[in-house]
């Protein structure tokens, strides 16, 4: 029971966290929804396989994307709106910020103690480290969200477009639309 209250926390205020993030973009009101299910679903899985399944940050971080991706292919043709809007935010607030935070400290740390040898070889190992974690989430990230774009490159780039509807010529014959 107690996992399952973790996940609906960590769910729910990463909902509020992609619903925030997507204010800032101006979404549509209906698009509100389906933000916060997609940032909530996508964060509690990386949790869990984190947390869980001893999964690493980067490994489920792409797992987590390819959920948003694919849930925000579905979502995006119910809504009539584009997954990028969908997706986009809620992604965000599983950006690794403490790694990105800790680069830039080793990177200052570093450039204040140039003159220590062992101060600077640890800051620049901490450096490395913490800026390799962020840069490759981040394109786990990217990568697992843009993966159901391209297997579904035709229903994506169509979804937010009408369907073609018959029309009638002046004469009483049907013609169908081909845009």
Known sequence: MNIVYELIADGF???????????????????????????ALGHAL????????????ASASFCAALLIGFMSLLLGERLRCPM???????????IPGMYAYRTV???????QNIGDAALS????????????????????LAVGATIPIF????????????????????????LADNK
């Open 13 to 39: 205020f990463a909902a509020i966290a992609g619903m925030g993030f997507g204010a800032i973009s101006d979404p549509p009101l209906k698009a509100f929804p389906g933000i916060g299910i997609l940032a």
């Open 46 to 57: 990386r949790y869990a396989l984190m947390d869980y399944a001893g999964i690493d940050i």
């Open 84 to 94: 990028t809007v969908l997706y986009i935010p809620a992604l965000l607030p599983m």
């Open 105 to 111: 400290f080793s990177m200052i740390m570093f450039m």
């Open 121 to 140: 070889s640890e800051y620049m190992a901490a450096l490395l480290l913490n800026a390799v974690v962020t840069v490759t989430v981040i394109f786990a």
């Open 151 to 174: 297997l579904f490159k035709e229903k994506a780039y169509s979804m937010t477009r009408e369907k073609p509807r018959n029309r009638k010529r002046h004469d009483g014959n049907v």
